[in-house]
């Protein structure tokens, strides 16, 4: 506490002790720091540097495995694995689920996002729309899209149109929720400000309203985008009969531990792929913006 309430001065700046003519006044001569200043952001970044965390894991579970602290029946060893995803893409069989998984993905996360932005711009912009639609979206994000898998498969049955509509569902509220909030936290002096230049509309929306909401679109596009894999993971081992999640519900009826793990790596090379690369689309969209990401 005593360093905050330290006075600090520029390096090489004079005090009034120091400076020639100033009235002596008894109190303790202020020392100038001479040093560098103290860095309080996380520092640079290094080039892949996320895939160290990751690196780290593995390593930690090759130890385990290698030691012998780690039961081959409960996990399969980085070795097994490994031989078991050459097997399986051998066979075909990983590429063809994994591509009906893209497949699923791809469509919920695309009609999701299309309508999770369409209903934050007509309730952002809209008193109409904000009152109309704000409220039934809040309650269904208090309902788990999951929540509603037996109301889904009553409607729609169990075919590839509910799965593509759990995905959507989930992703449309994260997309709503996010959009939404930076539209409705764009500053109003810059309303203000367009309104005493008498923009257009289209202008108004192109120069305030799509900078300002694009923060909040790659946050919500972001956990979209987890959405979509987390509800793909759960889809697919209902009453499925192809993809990543069919293929490791039935390895699990045989305790196949090595196949379970190659879906579960799978997964998350997916998650960690699209993640990276929303992250990077944000950082060239956003370059204007200077943040502790870097």
Known sequence: MSG??????????RTAETEPGAPHTGAAPVRVSRGTRRRLGPGRSLPL?????PALLVLAWWAASASGQLDPRILS???????TAADLIESGRLQDNVLISLRRAGLGLFFGVSAGVVLAVAAGLSRSGEYLLDGPLQIKRAIPSLAMLPLLILWLGIGEQMKVTVIALGVAVNMYINTYASLTG????????????DLSRA??????????????????????????????IVVEQINATSGIGYMMFQAQQYAQSDVIVVGLVAYGIF???????????????LSWRRTLAG
Do not use: C, N, Q
């Open 4 to 13: 905050l309430m330290t006075e600090r001065h520029p390096v090489g700046a």
């Open 49 to 53: 540097g996320r895939l160290i965390g």
């Open 77 to 83: 060893s980085p070795g097994t694995v490994l031989a």
């Open 186 to 197: 764009i500053d109003g002096r810059y309303v203000e400000l367009a309104e005493g230049l």
């Open 203 to 232: 202008t108004f929306l192109r120069k305030v309203v799509v900078p300002g909401s694009l923060p909040g679109f790659f946050v919500g596009l972001r956990l979209g985008v987890t959405s979509s894999w987390l509800g793909l």
């Open 271 to 285: 998650g960690f792929t699209s993640d990276a690369a929303v992250r990077a689309a944000e950082r060239k969209v």
